[in-house]
């Protein structure tokens, strides 16, 4: 029997956003061979997205190993669940009800599948490639237009009974509080820690300190980077709009870590990229509101990689990692 | 080579309480084959008290199985850790400071002996032989004096990176709410669920509804028993107050939901006596705080094992379930 050469293996990393869809072939050291990316809003119907990908990536697959060397297909995407290999109900693509993708994929690419949704396929990315390196027991935060999550527990991802565990955006950090704009629910993290919710912060904050500079900006071109940019400059309002962002933030964390009591918090997502005017108020009230014995132990830590990278990195490495029970061949 | 005979062997539960020990022989079949109790407070030192335990244990296991058939030993202990062996600056308890007991109990019994928290403990008895036979991932919580937690996630336990994860009842459920009596955090969901936290409010409440059956009773008096006896005569302010309680447990639970997506939620302890009364409420606000693909998924129910019982049991199963990775030999 002939000892296969791994470093030879490849997978394709696939991470599905509402707009934009990037893909990447990866070795078994996680480096990126070749990437691109299609728009996926391009595409109403499910078959001609998988048909379009397929005559992207399949010259590439046989520039870099051919099909005896493409150990299969790992997919990052909205409501995934890896369960059942399905992307289900998701709001923000064209493709509506459960859509059977894993299946469809395999069909066309002759490999196999596996799905997971976008926060989880970072969590393993990190955990495999990047700051989580080693890590057995984190939580993966993402910070972006929503706040997703990935949790990892015992070295394998926690997907609950349907596959759809990991919502912290979703838990209600301020019951009664601010309603959120598409789930009606109120007080939720997503609705204060999201670009989004501080947006909405923002635009409160300046209309009660009317020397704030951000003042100076029409009302549609709020936004976090703007908040981020005033913050820079010292204007006390915007830094304020990002301390009470990380307060919310950390008393979220606080409550996660009591949970599952993780060596680390990675945040990610362009939030992150207001630096200590998030960290440090979100490290304040997350250790302020943790029992004793979890004080002073938990890192809280950006993410190592780029983001684009992560994803396309986290679902490659659904290929290679060993499949979690409850994991459904179909 | 011989075949044992599983319906021979036996293995002791111990469940530690700050007041009382009660201990179990338990067989696999989860049979309890003789019980008995010790008073904890009566040993200010540890090695005494472990000696007390085998004068009275050592006799029955003579009688029952002899040490041939004896497997091993489970202790369901508060501020146990799992992955060590070791009591941990637990408040309630005489032994200080950080206590090797699994180890001590080894030397004496000359057979393994595992530890964890009681909420977990009494989880494993719900999947070994109560509510939860064959469910993978549910979340146990315990309404006692206070309000603990195990949490089973892929047919494992949560014990996250330190060995103390689970401690549910600690988050915070109302920020700046409530202080607790002893943590000293704002809010928790422990100074509301608990027995101590339903007498709260029923003086609260009973101070501003002066017609309240409750106000028939001295200050000293009051307690959750009496809250239940209220309001099974109608007694409106009664009723308010497990509304109340369930309210708040609703809303906590929502949030774990999300975390874990548990199959069910299990209640268990002294509280859940008050039946409808707080169950009711409950259910109604986490399914309204809930994202809405978990919504009328998650069952929430009692345990159906006897309180004393089901600590035993979850202790001895501690003995044959297979070792969670991060388990440490000393």
Redesign the interface.
Known sequence: MALIDLSRQVALGVDIGGTNTKYGLVNHRGEILEKGNLKTDDFPEVQDFINALYDKVSPLIMKYCGQRHFDGIGVGAP?ANYFTGTI??APNLHWKGVVPFARLMTEKFEVPCKMTNDANAAALGEMMFGAARGM??FIMITLGTGVGSG?M????L???????????G??????GGRKHWS?G?EGSLEAYASATGITITAKKMRAEFPNSMLNNYLEEDINSKVVYECATKGDPTAIEVFRYTGQKLG?AL???V??????AILLFGGVIKAGDFILKPAKLHMER?L????RN?VKLVFSELDEADAAILGASALVWENE???FRKY
Chains 1, 2 share one sequence.
């Open positions: 409501n289900e109900q057995k027991d949790i527990s015992n070295g394998q926690i997907y609950g009974h349907d596959g759809f565990a990991g919502e912290l979703h838990t209600i950090v301020k019951p789930t629910s008393e606080a409550n996660f009591m949970f599952s009591s993780p060596e509101n029992f004793p014995i979890f132990k979690s029970p409850g």
